[in-house]
């Protein structure tokens, strides 16, 4: 039983320390799906779990690669979205706190 509960733990650090080319897409998906009312302009203003889902993001984009992997799967969450305000789209960075060395629009080359 000891030995279960530690290859469990071992198995939660990796998942939670996983880049973003082994994160599934659906997972980010539901990082940044609480972003939805914002973006669709149905409140004002990002709420909590939007905002932690968007300041999670960046910890998982380590390399060029992971980048490329979160920019397809935004693009296909976005697509799930209909009416999404781009200009919201991308200043919520910004509103949640976060500053990136990079932007994200619908006609992003993800693979740059």
């Given at each position: 039983?000891?030995r ?6 071992v198995i939660?650090?990796v998942?939670v320390?996983?880049?973003?080319a082994i994160?599934?897409c ?17 409140v ?9 889902g ?6 998982i984009?380590?390399?060029h690669?992971?980048?490329?992997v979160?920019?397809?799967c935004l693009k296909?969450?976005?697509g799930?979205?209909?009416g ?6 991308m200043g ?7 500053r990136?060395n990079?932007?994200?629009s ?7």
């Amino acid at each position: 039983m000891a030995r279960l509960l530690v290859l469990l733990a071992v198995i939660a650090a990796v998942w939670v320390g996983a880049s973003a080319a082994i994160l599934p897409c659906e997972r980010m998906t539901q990082m940044i799906v609480p972003c939805a009312p914002y973006l669709t302009s149905h409140v004002a203003v990002p709420g909590v779990g939007c905002c932690n889902g968007v300041r999670a993001l960046p910890g998982i984009a380590q390399t060029h690669e992971d980048r490329v992997v979160i920019c397809k799967c935004l693009k296909i969450v976005s697509g799930r979205f209909p009416g999404i305000d781009n200009k919201r789209a991308m200043g919520l960075p910004r509103l949640c706190g976060l500053r990136l060395n990079f932007s994200f629009s619908p006609s992003t080359d993800c693979d740059k």
